[in-house]
């Protein structure tokens, strides 16, 4: 093995490992925000943004082991999380329009928030 390719080896291996502790930050980041988010909407982002970590997750896995598969996977799962995100909006936006209190209250509230803000 030429010292090139064992830097390169090095590199990857150090780069991947610091890529899965910002990952792991940044899930429990999301995680909080998942649960102590203001409203509905917050939630729903949050959960997506979960979506994309657990991307994240898989692909440094796939990286780091050589088995490339996990990439097919992690663009499958992309999918998937687009279309939940897709289907929780379409949700949060049919409430609203039927008027559901719990929404309503919750616009209401992020109105006075930013304004009060301002």
Known sequence: MTPFETFASNFMH??????LA????SFFVIV??????PGLPDR?????MLVAVGIGFIAAIGVSTG???YIDIAITLGLVGFLAT????????????AGDKT???EVE???????AGQ
Do not use: C, P, W
């Open 67 to 69: 088995y490339y598969l």
């Open 14 to 19: 150090v780069s991947v490992h610091i890529a």
């Open 86 to 97: 897709v289907a929780f909006a379409r949700f949060v936006l049919n409430r609203g329009m």
């Open 103 to 105: 929404i309503m209250d």
């Open 44 to 48: 729903v982002v949050a959960l997506d």
């Open 32 to 37: 909080y925000r998942t649960v102590k988010g």
């Open 22 to 25: 910002l990952l792991t930050i």
């Open 109 to 115: 509230d992020s109105i006075k928030r930013r304004e």
